[in-house]
């Protein structure tokens, strides 16, 4: 049998070898293909989800919020929920079981959520509560907004939210209460110390178009009005220092102001709705309250007007 000569058969296995390489070549570029395929796909799934919390919710966001969504980062804030005149030591509800949601045990005001996407009621549940926009179930007692003379209010940061879609955020301030028409609210509850979550507001008070200044010194941080005042100078916003301040009676803790239904005391002159052809009229977020009924929730923008009619 004739021999090849070296250089021939050289290049030939080179050849034979280049064309194993080759079709293994194309298999492995078919690979390459599928995960390039499948790698868009996630990182669209990333971007989409940065765009959907890039939207306007009240929160600052910082340049993180490009690359990350909310679910890679933990986050903490303060809690409160009050239940027919109770408001609930929620660390005694406290579901250790949940890893995504979590009250510290050395105050029940905080709480942490870890490195997932959890909305207000699902963190709610953890409680051992269930919360729609118009519903709070605790202990196996229902509490619905339409019922008369309940009033369920579920908010964060001082705004109504829906807890089913709502998703904490990091320094969020939630507040949920629920009250009947049974609730005792005319004596305050115990007092929230100023460094812990309490309720805030703004307040529009008018006599005959005069605004009154609530950032005068009668007005401001005293020993009688611990549960209801203004303070450090400033005529907004006010502060109530327990769960269930009705507005009646903050306004009664004011020197010289009372205010009921159908009246309201200033400066120690009262003036009554249709008296003398003048007004009166008490609103909160736009609505017209009974005062010694009604307890101010966070956010609440109260509105007092008189008109004398002079």
């Known amino acids: 049998m004739k021999r090849l000569p070296l250089d021939r058969k050289r290049i030939g296995i080179v050849l034979i070898v280049g064309a194993l390489v080759l079709a293994a070549g194309c298999t492995g570029i078919g690979g390459d293909e599928t995960n390039t395929e499948t790698e868009p796909i996630e990182n669209s799934s990333a971007t989409a989800g940065d765009e959907a919390n890039a939207t306007d919710d009240g929160h600052d966001h910082d340049g993180s919020a490009e690359t990350t969504t909310a679910a ?12 027919n005149g109770t408001r609930l030591d929620i660390t005694e509800e406290y579901n250790s079981s949940s890893e995504a949601f979590r009250v510290n045990d050395s105050a029940n005001d905080v709480w ?23 519903t709070l179930t605790h202990d196996g007692t229902t509490y619905d907004d339409s019922a008369n003379g309940t009033t369920v209010t579920v908010r964060v940061n001082g705004e109504a939210v829906d807890p089913e879609r709502y998703e904490l955020q990091d320094g ?30 703004n307040i529009t008070f008018e006599v005959d178009g005069e605004e009154v200044d609530f950032s005068r010194d009668k007005y401001q941080n005293a020993d009688h009005s611990q549960y209801f005042h203004f303070e450090n100078g400033a005529g907004e916003p006010w502060h109530a220092h327990a769960w269930n301040v009705t507005l009646g009676y903050g306004m009664s803790t004011l020197e010289g102001i009372n205010v009921t239904e159908d009246s309201v005391t200033y400066e120690n002159e009262t003036y009554v709705d249709g008296e003398n052809g ?16 009604y307890v101010l929730k966070d956010g609440d923008s109260i509105r007092i007007v008189v008109d004398t009619g002079a």
């Open 72 to 83: 890679d980062a933990a986050a903490t804030g303060k809690i409160a929920v009050a239940v």
């Open 112 to 134: 942490h959520r870890s490195n997932e996407t959890v909305t207000l009621a699902e963190a709610l549940a953890t409680l051992g509560l269930e919360a729609t926009t118009e």
């Open 172 to 201: 969020d301030e939630v507040w949920v209460v629920a009250t009947t028409s049974e609730t005792n609210t005319s004596v305050p509850e115990e007092h929230i110390r100023h460094e812990d979550l309490h309720v805030h507001g």
């Open 278 to 293: 003048g007004s009166v009229s008490v609103e909160v977020n736009g609505e017209p309250v009974a005062p010694n009924g």
